[in-house]
């Protein structure tokens, strides 16, 4: 079993920046990859990005890429989601999960899940 506990989420102006953190506890959260998952009022879960396992490898929805970083530290058991140059179109509720079995470009191949961290950007 993996727990994850999304923070760092709230309200920020459009071209603001906001970091996400995920800390996780439970048996071999390292060997997990990671990803980031939003879902919008109405929407469905949307893959925003991802990380493997060592840190090595990131993965971006094409609708962030440039403008988010995600990233992890095994120390501290966390995984990060650094966000600038937010836009409105970026307000959803924001999830750590760790991936199961499956491609991590989408939603239901991860095991885990957090409880999620609302981001809003206004205009």
């Known amino acids: 079993q993996v727990q994850l506990a999304e923070s760092g989420g709230g309200l920020v102006q459009a071209g603001g920046s906001l970091r996400l953190s995920c800390a996780a506890s439970?048996?071999?959260?390292?060997?997990?990859?990671m990803g980031w998952i939003r879902q919008a009022p109405g929407k469905e879960r949307e893959f925003v990005a991802a990380?493997?396992?060592?840190?090595?490898?990131?993965y971006y929805a094409d609708s962030v890429k440039g403008r988010f970083t995600i990233s992890r530290d095994k120390a501290k058991n966390t995984v990060y989601l650094q966000m600038n140059s937010l836009k409105p179109e970026d307000s959803a509720v924001y999830y750590c999960?760790?991936?199961?079995?499956?491609?991590?470009?989408?939603?239901?191949?991860?095991?885990?899940w957090g409880q999620g961290t609302q981001v809003t950007v206004s205009s």
């Open positions: 999960a760790a991936s199961g079995s499956g491609s991590i470009y989408y939603p239901r191949s991860y095991s885990y």
């Open positions: 439970g048996r071999a959260f390292s060997s997990y990859s």
């Open positions: 990380i493997n396992w060592s840190g090595s490898f990131t």
